[in-house]
Structures are given as structure tokens and as C-alpha cells.
């Protein structure tokens, strides 16, 4: 059994489709990266998934439990880090956390082991006591992730989680989220950050405009773009390098040349640098970065 | 079930209780009202405090509920709670709490004002469970007015003043039912604080207008279709909240 099983799962806003018959599944204890830019549907899938809002059409299941259906089982599964969400401003970071526990029907006993864990692992536990509103935007994002992991979920939602947050909360709840695959949950991860996503996930999806556009794991995704990879040359004089017949470009001392024939380009570099008696200081093959991929596959729409 | 309605009602308490717009409508608002009312007014305190104590009631269990839902539509905080295994009507019903809670507690101020006073309470257990019951009652009348899905504190107040301030004076307050004439009677009848005020004045003053159980009947019905529209209400209004 998947994961996540979706199929057909369509929604309108006033005759907008932001999510356009979609499909997918994510198989238990990987994590899924969900890609694409601003608008289009992901956060709007998070929420059907995740019991918020209904879908107009379409279903799906969440470990075998039927959104629609059964909601409230589906919840009881499930971690969720929204996108836009905050912890309440006027309780302090233990309140909140508790507040969680409580509605997931933890025990009291262990809903306080838990927090105590978490809000160490997290760098917090010092400030447990003070309302979230004095705290900085990384350590509200720390926090929101701690009430999302405090009912021990098997599936974690996380929209964006990283999105704006100083480097240090970033690598944190990076590093949580590579733990979790360990502890063997499935984590469905919307991201802009394709190094993120890249780095992180075990397969990728990619929406837009509503539509996915394709699944695959980050390293096929890039050996798929046309098979087009870079090779980049640096040499030890400045020289006009377009007199070899392909489309070059050129970044600081670095000549960047794309193709499908990496054979035939190192060739024709070697054989120039012979000829004009020049030396070769790098020389290397580059894959596509997950970042062509995407604008590729969506159009060149990144939306950051 | 009952841990997370008391788990939201204790979220209620810390987060609202103390905000301004709970404070001016459900403690200094009636209290202003009635000072203006009494002042000049050569009344005794027994016909006196059972309608402050309605007042009193009907504005604080009337001041929690409402701000909740729009307050957390613009903080942004209900979409995290409502990812969380619990339906609207444990929402709504720990909401009802809060507010009840409030409003009972509230309310035994003038009541323990009209002791020191010198009135008697002639009969306790009525007042204690006509508390319980119109606390409950308006406290999901509260939640009606918050039904709009808007994030504005400020809409839902002006429309919920807009309701209470009619029924303060149709509910047999300041002039009690039995000097209304047959148009006031009618009127009054809609209005569930009146079955309040009736039973506080057979608690207090020792007779009623209506009979005690036709009170107790018509608050019990007021309260029943309350909570059932509130919760479906706010089930329709809460995906368009984020
Ligand atoms: N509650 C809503 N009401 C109206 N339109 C919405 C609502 N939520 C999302 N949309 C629209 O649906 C589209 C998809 O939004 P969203 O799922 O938030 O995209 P993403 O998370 O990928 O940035 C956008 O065009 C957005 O404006
Ligand atoms: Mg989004």
C-alpha cells in the first residue's frame, strides 16, 4: 500500500482551477518533494489531503483512509506544517504544543515527555515559557514543525517549510526532515528551493498551472531534459571560443557549452587547445541542475 | 471528545478573556448601561438586580464567543487547529465553553451585589440553573454572530451590538412584561433573555410572568437551535476562512 494514493483530485476557486485533475501516490516512508511555482495548486493539494477544505471532484487516500469519507481518521495519521499558518501569539510555546497533544487525544503524561523532547531537539526548550509572539520568525517555523511532529504522525505535510527563514532554522528542520525518513515516515515536502528538494527527496513531483507535469526521481528528472548536459572549460588565455560551431556561453574565466554530444565537444575543445597552444585548467561535465529541469518542464515560471 | 472540547475552551480562556473588545462589551458595557439606567431612578434593589443580573448575563456570555472566529481568521490560527483530528462541533461547543464559563461567572457578581444589598435570593436553584441553561444559550447565540466569514473583529461586533442592543429593551428589563402593552408582549416573547429575566424575577422578586416551565422550555429551545445552527454555519463558513 502507498502512502498517499491520489486520483483525479480536482478543486475550483470561482471557476479557477487550481488543481486540475491530479494524480499521484507516494509510497510509504519516502519523501515526496512537490514542486512548482507560486499559484500553482500545491498548497491547495496539502489542504484537501490534509482534510482542510473538500475536493470538487476526485479521491484519495491517505494509509488507506478515504479523505472525504473518513476525515477524521485521515487526521489522526497525519502531521501538517501549513504554509500560512501561526501558533497562537498569547500562549506560550509549551501551550501551544500542549493545545496539539490534547486534540489529538494524547495523554497528558506522555503529551508533556514528547514536548519536552522536541522543543530541546529544536533549540527552544529554554524559552518554553514565553508567548510565541516575542519569537523570531525561524524559531515560530521550529515550533509549528514541533506541533506538527508532537502526535508521532506516520505522514507529515509539509507546505514550504524552510521558505524565508534565516540559514540556521533552514539547515534545523532540513536535518529533522532527513531524520524523519529514518524513523521510516513518509513526508510529502512542498518546496521552492530546488537544492532543497533535490538534496532531500527520493522522488519529485512537478505542478503547474493545476496539471502535474511529471514524477520522477531528482536524478532522472535532470538526465531527462533532452539529455542535455553542460561541459564546462577553463583555459589559461582569454579566446574566442565561438569559432567552434557550438552555442557557447561564458561565465567569469568559465565557458559553459551545452549538448547532447558531450563526446563530440571535448573533442573539438582538446583539438583547439592543441592548435592555439592553449592549456586547459578544468574541464568538466556538468548534469542539468534540478532548477533547468523545472524551468523547462513549467516554462520558465519559477515564480521566486 | 471531552478533553479536546475542554482543550480548545482552555485555549479560548487564555487567548480571549483578557482582549479589549471582551472586556468593553461583556464588563463595562453593561455596567455602564445600568448605572445610566439606575441613576435618578428611585427603584428597589429587588426589582433592581434581577435585571442587571440578565444583562449582565446576556452581555458577557454574548462578548467570548463572537470574537473567536474572526480573531483567528486573521491571525491565521485555525487552519492548524482544524488539521487536528477534531470536528466543528468540538470547536464550537469548547468556544460555547469558554464563553459559558465566563458569562456564569460574571453573572454571580450581581447576584452577591443584591446579597450585599439585602435582597434575598427566594429561590437559588431556580437562579443557578436559569443561569446555567441562558449562559449556554447566548453564549451560542455569540457564535451566530461570528458565522460571517470575515477576519474583521470590529463587522462582527458592530453586527452583534446591532442585535443586542434591541433585546436588551424588549426583554423585560427595564420595563418588566406585565406592564407591556398586548404589541410588547408580543415582541418580548421572541426574545429568549426575557425567559431569563422572568425566571431571575420569580427567583429574586418571587413571581413570574410566564409559567416556569414555559421559561425553562422556551430557553432550553432557544439554546437547542443555537448550537444547531451555529455548528452549521460555521461548518459551511470555515473552509472560506483561509
Ligand atoms: N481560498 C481561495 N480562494 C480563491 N482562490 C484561491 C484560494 N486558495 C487558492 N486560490 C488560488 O488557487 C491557485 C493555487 O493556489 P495555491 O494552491 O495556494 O498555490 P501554491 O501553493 O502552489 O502557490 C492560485 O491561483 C490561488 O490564487
Ligand atoms: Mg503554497
Given amino acids: ?304 | 471528545m471531552g478533553s479536546k472540547i475542554w482543550a480548545i475552551a482552555r485555549k479560548d480562556i487564555q487567548m480571549y478573556y483578557f482582549k479589549g473588545p471582551v472586556v468593553i462589551f461583556g464588563v463595562l458595557f453593561p455596567l455602564f448601561l445600568f448605572l445610566a439606567f439606575y441613576i435618578g431612578r428611585n427603584l428597589p434593589a429587588a426589582f433592581l438586580i434581577p435585571g442587571l443580573v440578565a444583562m449582565t448575563i446576556f452581555f458577557t456570555s454574548t462578548s467570548v464567543s463572537p470574537v473567536i472566529m474572526p480573531w483567528e481568521t486573521q491571525m491565521r490560527t485555525l487552519e492548524r487547529l482544524i488539521s487536528c483530528p477534531v470536528t466543528v462541533r468540538t470547536l464550537i461547543v469548547g468556544d460555547i465553553l469558554a464563553s459559558f464559563i465566563f458569562g456564569t461567572c460574571i453573572s454571580a457578581v450581581p447576584v452577591a451585589v443584591g446579597v450585599a444589598l439585602g435582597v434575598s435570593v427566594k429561590s437559588p436553584v431556580i437562579l443557578a440553573i436559569a443561569v446555567i441553561l441562558a449562559a449556554f444559550c447566548f453564549s451560542a447565540l455569540g457564535l451566530l454572530f461570528s458565522a460571517p466569514p470575515t477576519s474583521l473583529v470590529s463587522n462582527i461586533m458592530m453586527l452583534s451590538t446591532f442585535v443586542k442592543f434591541p433585546v436588551i429593551f424588549i426583554s423585560g428589563i427595564f420595563i418588566p412584561v406585565d406592564q407591556m402593552p398586548g404589541w410588547g408582549v408580543a415582541v418580548a416573547s421572541l426574545s429568549p433573555l426575557t425567559y431569563f429575566t422572568d425566571l431571575a424575577r420569580y427567583a429574586i422578586q418571587g413571581y413570574a410572568y410566564y409559567p416556569l416551565y414555559a421559561d425553562f422550555a422556551a430557553l432550553f429551545v432557544y439554546a437547542a437551535l443555537f448550537l444547531f445552527l451555529a455548528v452549521r454555519l460555521h461548518e459551511r463558513a470555515l473552509p472560506k476562512r483561509f
Fill in chain 1, 1 to 304: 500500500m502507498d502512502a498517499i494514493e491520489v486520483k483525479d483530485l480536482s478543486k475550483s476557486f470561482e471557476g479557477l482551477k487550481a488543481v486540475d485533475s491530479v494524480s499521484f501516490s507516494v509510497h510509504t516512508s519516502e519523501i515526496f518533494g512537490f514542486l512548482g511555482p507560486n499559484g500553482a495548486g500545491k498548497t491547495t493539494t496539502v489542504r484537501m489531503l490534509t482534510g482542510v477544505i473538500k475536493p470538487d471532484s476526485g479521491e484519495a487516500r491517505v494509509m488507506g483512509r478515504d479523505i472525504e469519507s473518513e476525515t477524521k481518521r485521515v487526521k489522526e495519521v497525519l502531521g501538517v506544517l501549513p504554509e500560512t499558518a501561526n501558533a497562537y501569539p498569547d500562549l506560550t510555546a509549551w501551550g501551544n504544543l500542549m493545545l496539539i497533544a490534547s486534540l489529538y487525544g494524547i495523554p497528558r503524561r506522555e503529551g508533556e515527555r514528547r514536548a519536552t523532547t522536541l522543543l530541546k531537539e529544536f533549540g527552544i526548550y529554554e524559552r518554553r515559557s514565553s508567548k510565541v509572539k516575542g519569537f523570531s520568525k525561524g524559531m515560530k517555523q521550529r515550533l509549528m514543525l514541533s506541533m506538527a511532529l508532537v502526535s508521532d504522525p506516520e505522514v507529515l505535510f509539509l507546505d514550504e517549510p524552510t521558505s524565508g527563514l534565516d540559514v540556521q532554522s533552514a539547515r534545523a528542520i532540513r536535518q529533522r526532515i532527513k531524520e524523519l525518513q529514518e524513523e521510516s515516515k513518509t513526508v510529502f515536502l512542498t518546496s521552492h528551493n530546488m537544492q532543497e528538494v533535490g538534496e532531500l527527496c527520493d522522488r519529485v513531483g512537478i505542478i503547474n498551472k493545476g496539471k502535474m507535469v511529471t514524477v520522477d526521481s531528482p536524478e532522472h528528472l535532470r538526465t531527462r531534459i533532452g539529455g542535455s548536459v553542460a561541459v564546462e572549460v577553463r583555459l589559461d588565455r582569454a579566446v574566442d571560443l565561438s569559432r567552434l560551431d557550438f552555442k557557447v556561453e561564458r561565465a567569469g574565466d568559465t565557458y559553459r557549452i551545452y549538448t547532447t554530444e558531450p563526446h563530440d565537444v571535448i573533442r573539438a575543445i582538446v583539438g583547439f587547445a592543441t592548435l592555439n597552444g592553449l592549456k586547459i585548467l578544468s574541464l568538466n561535465v556538468q548534469p542539468p541542475s534540478l532548477e533547468d529541469v523545472f524551468v523547462k518542464l513549467t516554462g520558465g515560471s519559477n515564480g521566486q
